[in-house]
């Protein structure tokens, strides 16, 4: 039991760091040395510094501290639902609309 629950945790915190990271990486925007002007997208090879990774788990951190303290998993459920629903309109329009291209490319 104890190495299913490790491994759950495990899991949990790669998702977490993925996250983060993605979230950081997503909002990083380097500046040039020499004019001070950000340089707009940046490669692969320049990673966002380790603050903004920090700042962005511990704003989820505290995000989910906040939620699970004030309702518990329900209000952590309806916020889901309600932050979810415009997403699930956008693809039933998209999944309609590409099954009217496909019917029409006959």
């Not at 945790?9 to 909002?27: E, G, K, N, V």
């Not at 309109?89 to 998209?94: C, F, I, K, T």
Request: hydrophobic fraction near 50%; proline fraction near 4%.
């Amino acid at each position: 039991a104890y190495v299913c629950l490790g491994y759950i945790a495990l899991q949990f915190i790669d998702s977490a760091d993925s996250a983060t990271y993605t979230l950081a990486s997503m909002t990083y925007q380097p500046t040039n040395a020499v004019s001070g002007s950000t340089t707009g997208l940046h490669t692969a090879k320049e990673n966002p510094p380790l603050g903004l990774i920090l700042w962005w788990g511990g704003l989820i951190a505290l995000l989910a501290f906040l939620f699970l303290s004030t309702g518990g998993i329900a209000l952590l459920q309806e916020v889901t639902l309600i932050t979810v629903f415009p997403f699930m309109l956008w693809l039933s329009v998209y999944l309609c609309w590409t099954v009217t291209q496909m019917i029409r490319s006959r």
